[in-house]
C-alpha cells in the first residue's frame, strides 16, 4: 500500500499515463515531459530531448527517486 502524496514534475508541461505500484512498494510512473534536469545519476537517458517519454521509480516512503530517466 502507498501511503503517500508527492508532486512529480519540473519547470515544463509534464503528463503522467502511468502507475504501477511493486510488492516492494516501489510506485513506477510514466509519461510525457518537457522539463530539463530531473533524470538521476545512472540514468539510460540523462539530457531531454523534443517530445521524449520518462519512467520514474520512486521510493517507497516517497522521499524521492530511485531513478527518473528520459526516453525518447
Known amino acids: 500500500v502507498v501511503s503517500y502524496s508527492t508532486y512529480l514534475g519540473g519547470s515544463g508541461g509534464d503528463i503522467s499515463y502511468g502507475l504501477d505500484v511493486d510488492a516492494a512498494g516501489h510506485a513506477y510512473v510514466t509519461g510525457t515531459t518537457f522539463s530539463t534536469g530531473l533524470a538521476t545519476n545512472g540514468a539510460f537517458q540523462t539530457t531531454r530531448r523534443d517530445s521524449d517519454a520518462y519512467v520514474a ?4 516512503d516517497g522521499t524521492g527517486f530511485v531513478f527518473y530517466t528520459y526516453l525518447g
Open 57 to 60: 521509480k520512486l521510493k517507497p
